[in-house]
Nanobody, 123 residues
Framework: VQLQASGGGSVQAGGSLRLSCASS????????VGWFRQAPGKEREFVAG????????LYKDSVKGRFTISRDNDKNLVYLQMNSLKSEDTAVYYC?????????????????WGQGTLVTVSS
């Protein structure tokens, strides 16, 4: 499975971006998908995840109410809408496909990763 993350860029604090994750295969639609991020010098961390059919979602506490994950299985796409961005959201964002249909937060349960897209939020 090849994943392509896009939509990153530079934005001022309070602004919005929408990230997209595209898959090359239909198997994407049978699995949970997550968004992770990695800031310089920090561990890669879970940000948001969605189950195979979009019925369940999970979010990192600090992004709840600001970020929304969604998916369109007909188009093999998963989105991360990011509003009210803060400087601490600056990171490279990665999408990943889980080993399961459910939404999970552990990195070890994701076996396919995209190349990452950089989000820079200036204050």
């Amino acid at each position: 499975v090849q994943l392509q993350a896009s939509g990153g860029g530079s934005v001022q604090a309070g602004g919005s971006l929408r990230l997209s994750c595209a898959s090359s295969r239909r198997t994407f639609t049978n699995n949970g998908v997550g968004w992770f991020r990695q800031a310089p010098g920090k561990e890669r961390e879970f940000v948001a995840g969605i189950s195979w059919n979009g019925g369940s979602t999970l979010y990192k506490d600090s992004v709840k109410g600001r970020f929304t994950i969604s998916r369109d299985n007909d188009k093999n796409l998963v989105y991360l809408q990011m509003n009210s961005l803060k400087s601490e959201d600056t990171a490279v964002y990665y999408c990943a496909v889980a080993r399961t249909a459910a939404v999970v937060t552990q990195k070890a349960l994701y076996n396919y990763w995209g190349q990452g897209t950089l989000v820079t939020v200036s204050s």
